[in-house]
C-alpha cells in the first residue's frame, strides 16, 4: 500500500510546480521572435560589378571589354575608340552593311562576274577598285600601328583576279578599310555606329555602288530589312 503522507507529498509539489509555472508565463511578457538574418554571399565577379556600375558611362567606355581576334576586330576597335562609338555596336552594324551590300552586289556568291563592267567576287569590285581597297587597309594598319598587311593583300594587289580566291572574311576586310579610309565617310560612321540604321543606304550609294541606277536602288530597298530590321 502507498503511504499517504508520501503521496501528498507528490501531489502538492506537483501543483506547486504548476502554479509557479502559471505566473511565470502568464504575467511575463510575450517575446516576439525577430527576423532572421540569412546571409547571402556576393556571387558576382569583379568584372560583373564594373559592367553594372559602368551602365551611365560613355558608350565608348565598354571598349575595354572589346577583345579582337581578327584583323577586321582591331580596325573596328580602333576606328571606335576614334569616334567615341560603342565598337560592339559597331562591329555589329559594319557586318550587318558588309552582307546587305554583299547580298545585293552578288547575290552571295563568290564566282559571281559581271561580263559588262568586270566586277568582281561577293562585293563586286573592279581591278582597280581592288587595288585602292588594298592601299586604304595598308593607310589604316599604319596609322594604328598594325604592321604589314596580310600577305593575300599583298598578292591581290598584284594581281586583281586573284579576289577570288579570297574568303568572304577577307573580302569584307577590304570592304570596311576602303570605306574607313575615304573622305567624308566618318559622318555616315558615326550615324551607322550609333544605331540610325537608315544611314546604311546612303554609305552603299555613296561609297560603294557610286553611281546606283533605279534597279539598284530597287533591290536596295527590297534587301535593306532583311538586314537592318529595326529602321531608327
Do not use: C
Not at 517575446?31 to 564594373?50: D, L, R, Y
Not at 581576334?69 to 552593311?97: R, S, V
Amino acid at each position: 500500500m502507498f503511504d499517504k503522507t508520501e503521496k501528498n507529498t507528490y501531489t502538492n509539489k506537483f501543483w506547486a510546480a504548476s502554479i509557479t509555472t502559471l505566473l511565470v508565463f502568464g504575467y511575463a511578457p510575450i517575446a516576439v521572435a525577430e527576423p532572421i538574418s540569412v546571409f547571402v554571399p556576393n556571387t558576382s565577379t569583379p568584372q560583373e560589378e564594373v559592367l553594372l556600375a559602368s551602365e551611365d558611362e560613355e558608350p565608348a567606355s565598354a571598349n575595354r571589354y572589346f577583345k579582337p581576334t581578327t584583323l577586321t576586330e582591331k580596325i573596328i576597335l580602333a576606328h571606335a575608340n576614334d569616334l567615341g562609338l560603342d565598337a560592339y555596336l559597331l562591329k555589329e552594324q559594319l557586318y550587318a552593311f558588309s552582307d546587305m551590300t554583299k547580298h545585293i552586289e552578288s547575290d552571295n556568291k563568290r564566282g559571281a562576274t559581271n561580263a559588262y563592267s568586270g566586277a568582281m567576287s561577293y562585293y563586286q569590285f573592279l581591278p582597280n577598285s581592288v587595288v585602292t581597297a588594298v592601299n586604304r587597309l595598308e593607310n589604316v594598319m599604319r596609322e594604328h600601328n598594325m604592321g604589314r598587311v596580310p600577305a593575300w593583300a599583298s598578292r591581290v594587289h598584284k594581281n586583281p583576279e586573284e579576289i577570288y580566291s579570297l574568303s568572304m572574311p577577307q573580302q569584307r576586310l577590304l570592304v570596311i578599310a576602303n570605306i574607313i579610309e575615304q573622305k567624308r565617310s566618318d559622318e555616315y560612321i558615326l550615324k551607322l555606329g550609333s544605331g540610325n540604321n537608315v544611314v546604311a543606304k546612303d554609305m552603299y550609294y555613296k561609297f560603294h555602288h557610286t553611281a546606283p541606277d533605279p534597279a539598284t536602288k530597287s533591290r536596295t530597298n527590297k534587301l535593306f530589312p532583311k538586314y537592318f530590321p529595326k529602321t531608327i
